[in-house]
């Protein structure tokens, strides 16, 4: 059209400049020709140019005429009748603040998709459908509602603090089109978010467009990407931790990290976040924690708020007390096997170890509060299961008779066993020596996590309500416990059974993970907070999942406190500037949701009008 008008242009003011070649003609007067001096006049070279009407008519032919060879075409939402899918990402980094005071990322989205349906002008009306994505998409108003349904489905959009998951929200939009009649054209997503999409995932039939919330230029942000703290393995009163902060600032910042202890600040940690995105990392040790609410806590007054400060739940140092049971008791002519056994517990970190025989401990019927946190069988077989965690030497497991068989079998031959076990991580058995192997009777929700060539020489239970290992052989018929993976072992298998390594640890939770609630079977669980949740336990299971909560903060559940952050770098960095910015110039999204008419045929038309006109015009001018 540029091209055109260039050409055009000039031509059409040259041809009012040139002079025409007339024959010469002699007259005994002009007085009867008038029109004859002006188009002398006229046509005079280098002459300023005299508006009529005749120029004004030649003009707006051209301007139509290079207007329909450039192809003009109006976007039209949907083309009308068209069907479009509002795809809105509620995500937490779509809390961010932009441009516009104490707007948010979320809040111009929104604004657009409402401009969008406003705009609907087409014959039929084009039907919209909302649907809004952070870890998971839903869907919050179908095709079939009206726009004023479709306005109302908008505003009822809020923000979470849960990371997005652009992949699976297209997935369900292109669902939802192809849940469309074959008559009806694909349609199109109009996408509102601060993440480019990933075309090469759409089908080419659906158009994709990116619609950016209206500021592009965001805050700098300050946010903490990791938390971990535990109890030190020298004092379990000392606290060693570790922070993580993002900064996605062009300059390193200085800043000051605060660690608190239910709302009591114990610490402050002057750092120098580094820039463009990169991670700086602060280490803290605190003493005389007993428990509670540990915090990390940035200043705040960046783009986004939830990323300030992070929780964890410090659950109150507790050494665990064990329970030795043996056929001799507390007895010293106990075999080599069980006296290492004991010297091995007596040197873990316990609240203390108590040894009984047999006989003690069927006269008590049950452990007598306060209850053991582990107990250990030593060549017993109780035939009522414990309720407490147990660890079992050469013999059948609490409450189940049968599970070794009668027989043996020879030596072991070559051992295999399960790394992976938080029980056998750092333990060898390549120097196990048995006098023989006993016969395994598979029971279900046992699994073999060492075995040789005969039968599993280790097992775990971890499908019932407290942990359980089973280690089948005799230690007094092996040379394991002079081997140097058996304190390690028995002391990898107290913490495991204890859950001392878990407890040692501050607890929190993520807004993009589950949460598992020990529970008896069948009950419910409530989870109160900033957000709200109920789950079930399945029949026979011993844990209630809780989906995914979509916000920060503090939560109880079942006289239980959870802390629940949001520790995502991608949100955190909101995407990064440059990942905005090609997405907003259109490489990611090269169609439009909008459908695009050529309307060139309109100015053709208006073309010959007005020749039409210009003909009259003309005619009318040399009419003598």
């Known amino acids: 059209m540029a091209l055109a008008a260039a050409a055009a242009g000039p031509v059409l003011i040259l041809l009012y400049l040139l002079r025409l070649r007339r024959r010469p003609v002699r007259v005994s007067t002009v007085r009867y020709w008038p029109h004859a001096v002006r188009d002398v006049q006229v046509n005079v070279p280098l002459r300023m140019l005299r ?27 949907g083309g009308g009748g068209g069907r479009i899918v509002l795809l809105i990402n509620t995500s937490a980094s779509m809390s961010a603040l932009t441009a516009r005071p104490g707007a948010t ?36 108003s179908g095709f079939g509602a009206s726009h004023r349904a479709t306005f109302d489905a908008l505003s009822g959009i809020s923000g979470t603090d849960q990371p997005g998951d652009l992949r ?32 090469e995932d759409v089908p080419a039939a659906v158009r994709v467009e990116r619609l950016a ?31 993580e902060v993002i900064w996605t600032g062009t300059d390193p910042a200085p800043t000051v990290l605060s660690i608190s202890v239910d709302d009591d600040v114990v610490s402050r940690i002057p750092i120098i976040a580094a820039g463009n995105g990169a991670r700086t990392a602060a280490s803290f040790q605190i003493a005389n924690v007993t428990g509670g609410v540990l915090r990390a806590a940035l200043p705040g007054g960046d783009a986004l708020t939830a990323d300030d400060s992070a929780a964890l739940m410090l659950a109150p140092a507790a050494d665990p007390r064990v329970l030795v049971v043996s056929p001799e008791g507390g007895r010293s002519a106990a075999p080599l096997g069980s006296v290492l056994l004991r010297e091995v517990l007596s040197e873990l970190r316990t609240s203390g170890i108590e040894v009984v025989s047999e006989r003690e401990w069927l006269s008590r019927g049950s452990p ?16 009522t299961t414990p309720e407490c965690p147990s660890l079992t030497f050469g013999a059948d497991a609490p409450g189940r008779p049968g599970l070794l068989g009668a027989g043996e079998g020879g030596p072991p031959g070559a051992v295999f066993w399960d790394r992976r076990h938080a029980t056998l991580r750092h333990v060898s058995l390549d120097g196990l020596s048995l006098d023989a192997t006993p016969l395994v009777t598979p029971v279900e929700g046992w699994k073999p996590i060492a075995r040789c060539t005969a039968s599993p020489i280790i097992l775990s239970n971890a499908a019932d309500r407290w942990p359980r290992l089973l280690v089948t052989f005799d230690l007094t018929r092996s040379n394991w416990p002079v081997q140097p993976g058996f304190p390690v072992f028995v002391a990898s298998a107290v913490d495991f059974l204890t859950s001392r390594e878990a407890l040692s640890r501050g607890e929190g939770f993520t807004t993009a993970e589950p949460i598992e609630i ?27 999942t809780i989906p995914p909560l979509a916000r920060v903060g503090l939560y109880s559940a079942g006289g239980r406190s959870l802390a629940v952050n949001v520790l ?15 997405a907003t110039s259109g490489d990611a999204a090269p169609a439009n949701p909008k459908e695009r008419r050529e309307v060139w045929h309109w ?6 009008a007005l020749l039409c006109v210009e003909w009259l015009v003309y005619a009318r001018a040399v009419r003598v």
């Open 51 to 77: 508006p009529s009407w005749l120029l004004l008519l030649h003009l707006l032919i051209g301007g139509l005429v290079v207007c329909a060879v450039g192809r003009p075409a109006v976007r039209g939402v």
């Open 105 to 140: 990322r979320l809040d111009d989205s929104l604004a657009r998709a409402r401009e969008l349906v406003r705009a609907d002008r087409g014959s039929p009306p084009s039907q919209f459908a909302v649907v809004a994505f952070a870890l998971e998409p839903h869907v919050v």
């Open 168 to 199: 699976a929200a297209l997935e369900l939009a292109v669902s939802l089109l192809d849940a469309v009649d074959e008559e009806t054209p694909r349609g199109a997503i109009a996408l509102f978010s601060d993440e480019a999409p990933p075309t």
């Open 213 to 243: 919330f209206q500021g592009e230029a965001t805050p700098p942000n300050l946010g903490i990407v990791t938390f971990a703290a535990r109890r030190s393995e020298a004092s379990s009163g000392t606290v060693d931790g570790l922070v």
């Open 368 to 383: 007598t509060p306060p209850p053991p946190s582990l107990i250990v069988f030593d060549r017993v077989s109780p035939s």
């Open 518 to 544: 020990p529970t008896a079977p069948g009950t419910s669980v409530s989870v109160e907070g900033p957000d709200s949740a109920t789950a079930v336990a399945g029949p026979g299971a011993v844990v209630a």
């Open 568 to 582: 995502n770098a991608s949100e955190s960095s909101l995407h990064g500037p440059a990942r905005v910015a090609r």
């Open 603 to 608: 100015f053709a038309a208006g073309a010959l």
